[in-house]
Nanobody
Framework: VQLQACGGGLVQAGGSLRLSCADS????????MGWYRQAPNKQRELVAI???????NIADSVKGRFTISRDNAKNTVFLQMNSLKPEDTAVYYC??????????WGQGTQITVSS
C-alpha cells in the first residue's frame, strides 16, 4: 500500500477543506480507511474511519462538521471538513488497513486554521 494524501493548506476559521488520499500500490483489497491527526505536543488521534461497506466512526470533536467517504474502485478516501476551527490545526494522516500486509500510513498533510 502506498498512500498519497492531498488537499491540506491554510484556511480561516469557518472555512472548508477537502482531503483526499489514494492508494497506488496495493494488490489486495483495502478494508478500513481513515484519517488521524496530530497537533503539536499532542498524541495522534482518530478523526474518522470508514469500512469498505461504508460504516463510519467519527470523533465527537468533529462530528457534524467533518464527513468521511471513499471510492472503493479507486482505493481513495476523502475527508470533507466544514466549519473549521483553530483547534482543528494539525497534521492529518490517512491510514489504510489492507486484507494482507501491514497497516499503512500516508505522509501527512498540514491543516492550519487561522482565527
Amino acid at each position: 500500500v502506498q498512500l498519497q494524501a492531498c488537499g491540506g493548506g491554510l484556511v480561516q476559521a469557518g472555512g472548508s477543506l477537502r482531503l483526499s488520499c489514494a492508494d497506488s500500490g496495493s494488490r489486495f483489497m483495502i478494508y478500513d480507511m481513515g484519517w488521524y491527526r496530530q497537533a503539536p505536543n499532542k498524541q495522534r488521534e482518530l478523526v474518522a474511519i470508514i469500512t469498505r461497506g461504508g460504516s463510519t466512526n467519527i470523533a465527537d470533536s468533529v462530528k457534524g462538521r467533518f464527513t468521511i467517504s471513499r471510492d472503493n474502485a479507486k482505493n481513495t478516501v476523502f475527508l470533507q471538513m466544514n466549519s473549521l476551527k483553530p483547534e482543528d490545526t494539525a497534521v492529518y494522516y490517512c491510514r489504510a488497513v489492507p486484507a494482507l500486509g501491514p497497516i499503512s500510513w500516508g505522509q501527512g498533510t498540514q491543516i492550519t486554521v487561522s482565527s
